[in-house]
């Protein structure tokens, strides 16, 4: 599957989450139609804290249309944890890390093996 960009109402939802939960992570899965990512999903029985956040992955929809997840780093560093690397094979191609302080230009978008990748907003 092939992501064009990401919807700018669904970065700027995922944005106000990070705020919502700082200190803590948030962890959501994320959902594209027509390459284009437009949903989230948060799972029951995930779990935040200061230092991570997890899905269970067992409650992970059967979903052909799964593109990746978004996750905060409430200390501001805008780059995968060994940790994230490690997560991000098992939830799509497309990472999404939303870090402190929230504003529209503190995201990164990363491939499943952790390397940046360059995505468009959509309006």
Known sequence: MKIRGIRHELLLLLLELGRNSH?????????????????MNMLPGTTAGKNSAS???????LDTHLAGSAHSHPNGVLRPSDADVNFF???????FIISYPYHESDW???????????IEVIA
């Open 23 to 39: 200190p803590n992570e948030f962890v959501a899965l994320l959902r594209e139609r027509d390459g284009i990512i437009e949903e």
């Open 55 to 61: 899905l269970f992955f067992d409650m992970m929809p």
């Open 89 to 95: 094979p098992r939830s799509g191609g497309y990472h």
């Open 108 to 118: 990164k978008c990363f491939a499943a093996d952790g390397t940046p990748q360059s």
